[in-house]
């Protein structure tokens, strides 16, 4: 946070603050105004990025054959920590990659620290376009700061990013090399996004969340974005850059940790690097667009484990949108008006959202099992009804956008457990509000709470070969 | 540029779709010009009611979404919100009868639509779409601001949304349908029925085409959106009254305000369905009632009952259901050949959606050497029926409400109006709207100052202290122990107040 962002946050404290002591009715009011404000705004744009993103989707389907004589050299990063249990099927799958082997760059980011997935690679006989970097060990222990580490070695034209876990579509490079080269995508477009989704959606009510989630998220509200030029905050994985793009947008050396430099592609102490990321392409005046295609993750099936990854993506998405309201005239200039207060409204306006929540839905029932006059005098009839029809609509219309992600993407069995989605709200506002001291403790502010992954290895094989039936 | 046109060429209009919304836009107009012009739009006395509640959301003492509950069902209401404010579109009943107009419009166009897309012949489309558009009842109702225009419109886009989804298997159209339920089920009571059958035919449809998994998801997926509608009514009831019951067994919805324990329909399921008959009868006409018949069972026969035909065989589940509701004396309804009165004759009027589609089809049935000759006889008939039912002002629907004009107790609640027109200088009013509805309506007064019995903060105060709540006039039923005022006002406040007005039923205090 900058000084003028604290000064600015510390006034409004301050501000409310002292309306709260001298008059606490006119301090809840302002609240309650201020919310729904937010609310009708964030629900609104939700609401636009379905309809946009449901309008013609295209889809892209390339023939090997017809790309393979003028395909460039890719690089495909690949960051590991404590994975050595992934390494071999990370290496099936990527070897199942539909691309020329001789113009594949698959460079394998290693910590200095982690001795047993280092040894692993090294005991196991890697095909010859795989190679190792090793990331020294010093703070922050980010992936970002292992990436920046391979993109001083990338050699491709285009570059991607897949996790250990990571079962990409095997055409999914030459539909990103399709999608560059196409006369209908702009010359600005530095990324092509690739959807994520879940092989394990149906291991338990977790996995079904996660994988209802993302099926919004990647469906509707990244597509949506894509489609009104706005900014899509990147997946984590399977984005698809050019490379030289990379390159000339990088953050100076000065900024990065003077051990593990590398090129500053991404911002090492950002714990979402790619939604940062997306937001410093449009900075630099480039567009991110969407590809039909489809990498399949595996889904955290434990409550400690999601607490612990959720925490972070929501982190990260507050410390992005406090990077980029540093110098908010400034940011605006550069990537547009709108195109800037979307992005701000998505990156800030998840985590309040979050947080908000319970609030509202605690004065929601304390007012109707009380019918408390304090709660009554801070909802005057237009606020009343702008939050009674938020309340209803707002929450059915997201709700149900969930149904129908479970519908279009055939996954029928997760729409009964749809009835747990206010368990499943709570839980997610839960590790909001401990993300909050997360963030605000300076030793905790930049940890990476990395993902175990491999937890229901076992089912893969059959759930992929599923699918593809 | 290139581009563009392609999109543009792209864009098919269904001219005969289009045709048929301007012929029902046209018609819709003509008939509220005529009965505007007549006086007539506002003669049921629940048309007062739907006006009232809507307009007292946003105006009144106590203001706000709780003036929604009780028996009437919220989406009518709602939708008037945006025009209700204007009080020349609340006096004249524009604010809601143009939704009803509206309603209509859609109603007949998908009616249009259910045969076409049933028969693939737009004859017989078209040939339904006119007997539910020339109805002279229809042509009235639509003109008015009852809620049954938006409850057909409503369950028309149920039974057109379950059929395309069963013709198309595509899950959108499920989801149509069960939007069109959530609007239907807070529009009218009878929907809830309705949908209940059409859920029948969901599950049936599921379980019989789907694997088990896909069968569970996608009929869940209905219900949860179908049924929102009458989850949620019932939620909004307990959280105002107490009484998530409250629209069946509440203080005004008991059955026995308005069944009377002699209506021959009770415990007679014979009388009941005769009268359930003549009221459909008198609202389609006897040749429609035949042709509906004749056409479900040419339908039925022909098409050996497809799945695609089970939701409009859906509507028929209102026969039963009202047969069952008079002898139970649920609901009254009262015909001349059985009560030698009208009351709620109207009930039967629901029966022209399956009598549209199912003529429809008829003819869409008929030998095309005969398409001709029928759909001639049938416009020629229908074309008639509906100038001269509507041109004497003799449709079945216009007599009911305009008996009650003449009733002692409408000239009485006339009477007390034009004085209050007169002498009404501003000042709270507290007064009982159950019954006495007409009155401020009548008079031309907003319900900016009414106290009345949904004044939920501060009614039972104001009956005990009038004044600490600024009334200037109290109107009550004399020797009315249904009237709340006359019952429980203070009589040592009212003595505070001079009487100004009164005739044989009402009596009137100024302070």
New interface residues.
């Given amino acids: 946070m900058s000084r003028g962002q604290l000064c600015f946050y510390l006034s409004a404290a301050i501000i409310f603050i002292s309306i709260l002591i001298i008059n606490p009715r006119i301090a809840g009011l302002i609240f309650i105004t201020l919310s729904l404000l937010f609310y009708t705004c964030f629900v609104g744009f939700k609401l636009l990025l379905w309809c946009a993103a449901s309008r013609g989707n295209e889809s892209s389907s390339v023939s090997a054959e017809t790309m393979q004589t003028e395909l460039p050299v890719y690089t495909v990063f690949i960051p590991l920590y404590h994975e050595a249990n992934m390494l071999p099927s990370l290496v099936k799958s990527i070897g199942q990659l539909n691309y020329p082997k001789d113009k594949l760059q698959v460079l394998l980011l290693l910590e200095e620290d982690d001795d047993e997935t280092r040894s692993m690679a090294d005991s196991m006989n890697l095909p010859c376009y795989f190679s190792q970097i090793i990331v020294p060990d010093c703070k922050p222990k980010t992936k970002p700061k292992a990436l920046n580490m391979g993109l001083e070695q990338a050699v491709g034209e285009f570059c991607v990013i897949y996790d250990a876990e990571d079962r990409p579509d095997p055409d999914q490079l030459i539909k990103a090399v399709a999608a560059f080269r196409s006369s209908t995508i702009p010359k600005n477009v530095a990324c092509v996004q690739a959807q994520l989704s879940f092989w394990n959606d149906q291991t338990n009510w977790l996995t079904r969340f996660y994988w209802i989630d993302y099926a919004v998220h990647f469906n509707w509200v990244l597509q949506g974005l894509a489609k009104i030029g706005l900014i899509p905050p990147l997946g984590g994985t399977s984005n698809h850059f050019r490379t030289e793009i990379l390159w000339k947008i990088a953050i100076a050396p000065d900024e990065l940790p003077p051990k593990a430099a590398g090129i500053g592609g991404w911002d090492p102490y950002n714990v979402t690097e790619d939604a940062d990321l997306a937001g410093a392409l449009a900075l630099h005046g480039y567009r991110i667009q969407m590809i039909d295609s489809i990498t399949y993750e595996e889904a955290t099936t434990q409550m400690g484990m999601a607490d612990r990854q959720r925490r972070r993506w929501m982190k990260g998405y507050l410390q992005t949108g406090l990077v980029y309201t540093r110098h908010p005239l400034r940011s605006a200039r550069a990537m547009g008006p709108l195109r800037w207060f979307c992005y701000i409204l998505l990156m800030l306006g998840t985590p309040a959202c979050l947080l908000l929540n319970p609030v509202f839905w605690g004065m929601t029932i304390m007012y109707f099992t009380t019918k408390s006059e304090i709660i009554a005098s801070l909802f005057p009839l237009p606020l009343y009804s702008i939050g009674i029809a938020l309340t209803i609509l707002g929450n059915l219309l997201l709700f149900y956008q969930q149904v129908i992600a479970c519908l279009k993407r055939g996954s029928y069995g997760s729409v009964k457990y749809m009835l747990l989605v206010p368990v499943w709200w709570l839980f997610i506002s839960y590790i909001s509000y401990r993300m909050i001291f997360e963030l605000i403790n300076p030793r905790t502010r930049y940890i990476w709470n990395k993902t175990e992954h491999g937890q229901d290895l076992n089912k893969e094989a059959t759930l992929v070969h599923q699918r593809s039936i | 540029m290139k581009k563009r046109t392609q999109k543009i060429s792209r864009i098919k209009i269904d001219w005969m779709t289009a045709s048929v919304i301007i012929a029902a836009s046209m018609l819709s107009i003509a008939a509220f010009l005529w009965y505007f012009r007549h006086g007539l739009t506002l003669n049921y006395f629940d048309t007062i009611s739907h006006l009232e509640i809507a307009r007292r959301v946003i105006d009144g003492p106590t203001?706000?979404?709780a003036q929604l509950g009780a028996v009437w069902l919220p989406f009518p209401h709602l939708l008037m919100l945006p025009l209700i404010w204007s009080n020349v579109l609340y006096f004249n009943g524009i604010a809601a009868s143009f939704f009803s107009m509206l309603a209509y419009i859609i109603a007949g166009t998908l009616i249009y639509k259910i045969v076409f897309q049933l028969s693939g012949n737009k004859t017989g489309a078209v040939a339904g779409a006119l007997i539910f558009l020339l109805n002279p009842n229809i042509l009235y109702m639509q003109s008015t601001p009852m809620t049954e225009l938006l409850l057909f419109a409503c369950m028309t886009g149920m039974v057109y949304e379950t059929q395309r989804w069963i013709q198309t298997d595509r899950?959108q159209h499920l989801?149509y349908a069960a939007i069109a339920s959530v609007l239907a089920t807070l529009s009218r009571y009878e929907s809830w029925v309705l949908l209940l059958a059409l859920s029948v035919v969901v599950i049936c449809r599921v379980f019989m085409h789907y694997s088990f998994?896909?069968a569970?998801?996608?009929a869940?997926?209905f219900f949860?959106?179908a049924f929102?509608g009458i989850g949620?009514w019932m939620i909004w009831c307990g959280?105002i009254f107490g009484n998530i019951l409250e629209w069946q067994n509440g203080d005004y919805a008991k059955s026995t305000l308005w069944v009377s324990a002699n209506d021959p329909d009770i415990g007679n399921w014979l009388i009941s369905a005769k009268t359930y008959y003549y009221a459909v009868v008198n609202n389609l006409s006897l040749a429609i009632v035949l042709v509906m018949f004749l056409g479900a069972l040419v339908m039925i026969i022909a098409r050996k009952c497809t799945p695609s035909l089970w939701p409009a065989l859906c509507l028929f589940v209102m026969i039963p259901f009202f047969i069952y509701a008079l002898e139970s004396g649920q609901r009254p309804l009262y015909v001349e050949q059985i009560n030698g009165s009208l009351y709620n004759v109207r009930f039967g009027l629901l029966m022209i959606i399956p009598a549209a589609v199912f003529g429809g089809l008829l003819v869409s049935w008929i030998p095309h050497k005969w398409w001709y000759i029928s759909t001639s006889a049938i416009l020629a008939g229908l074309i008639l029926l509906s100038f001269i039912q509507t041109f004497t002002l003799s449709a079945i629907t216009v007599q009911e409400p305009s008996s009650w004009q003449e009733s002692y107790l409408n000239k009485s609640q006339l009477q007390v109006a034009e004085y209050m027109k007169h002498h009404y200088h501003g000042g709270f009013i507290l007064s009982q709207s159950f019954g006495n509805e007409q009155i401020l309506f009548k008079a031309l007064i907003p319900p900016t100052h009414n106290i009345y019995e949904g004044s939920y903060k501060i009614w039972q105060s104001a009956l005990k202290n009038p004044m600490k709540h600024h009334v200037e006039w109290i109107l009550m039923r004399r020797n009315d122990r249904t009237d709340q005022v006359y019952r429980s006002i203070n009589r040592n406040a009212l003595s505070k107040y001079r009487s100004v007005y009164q005739n044989s039923v009402y009596e009137l205090f100024e302070r």
Avoid: P, Q, V
């Fill in positions: 203001k706000g979404l899950y989801i998994k896909k569970e998801g996608t869940l997926a949860y959106l929102l949620s959280m």
